[in-house]
């Protein structure tokens, strides 16, 4: 069965402080990575990740893939308040469907 | 470019009743999904459709729970005879096709009493 594990559960940090979100996953046929963001509603989509070794960026948050070691990261830098949130991990498999098999998510807290 | 949208957001129904959701994916977005949410769980998959194809109905129960994406009109999941179980957050998803992200509307949050 394929599985994808998150860590921390959670997390508090003040801002400012540069936070590290970790996912690691048990999949066969691995297509891709996905991060979402998601606060009261919606998961907001972040990054999707095929390759490994190549860092994707936006503003203050990055995410890399690591295909060896069956792991990602997701770093959010000079952390703000809006930045509080839980994170998903999602991978996405080769075969007939197109599903998403999720993390338990990480919850980060951002203080003043 | 409106996103993804479901309707209601909130329902409320009675053990025993009929609970219907609704989701229009993206505009140009024929693949669809839905995810169910317990609460304090996380996401899981339930059902991939395409216009008026079950792709994948793996994640769903077999019993009480369908789906279907019409040629015309959103995608509807319908689930017969609620229980208190069937209290979560369900939530439909839609990409332009098999191998692209999957954005997420708001949610419906199903409270079954």
């Known amino acids: 069965e394929d599985k994808v594990v998150q860590s921390p559960l959670s997390l508090v940090v003040h801002e400012g402080d540069t936070v590290t979100l970790n996912c690691s996953y048990e999949v066969t046929n691995f297509r891709s990575l996905l991060w979402y963001k998601q606060e009261k509603k919606a998961p907001t989509f972040l990054f999707m990740l095929?390759?490994?070794?190549i860092e994707k960026k936006s503003g203050r948050l990055s995410s890399i893939l690591d295909k060896k070691e069956l792991f990602s990261i997701l770093n959010i830098t000079a952390t703000q308040t809006g930045d509080s949130a839980v994170y998903l991990c999602a991978v996405n498999v080769h075969n007939a469907g197109n599903m998403l098999t999720f993390g338990g998510g990480t919850r980060l807290m951002v203080k003043p | 470019n409106a996103g993804v949208m479901q309707n209601p957001r909130h329902l409320v129904r009675r053990r025993g009743q009929e609970a219907r959701l609704r989701c229009s994916p993206m505009?140009?977005?024929?693949?669809v999904y839905w995810y169910r949410q317990l609460p304090e769980e996380g996401l899981k998959f339930m059902v991939y459709l395409q216009k008026e194809n079950i792709i994948d109905e793996s994640g769903m129960p077999k019993e009480r729970f369908s789906a279907e994406f019409p040629k015309e009109g959103p995608s509807i999941l319908r689930i017969q005879q609620v229980v208190r179980g069937d209290s979560a957050a369900y939530f439909c998803?839609?990409?332009?096709?098999?191998?692209?992200?999957?954005?997420f509307g708001p949610g419906t949050r199903l409270t079954v009493l």
């Open positions: 505009k140009g977005h024929s693949h």
């Open positions: 095929t390759s490994s070794g």
């Open positions: 998803a839609s990409s332009p096709d098999a191998l692209t992200e999957q954005f």
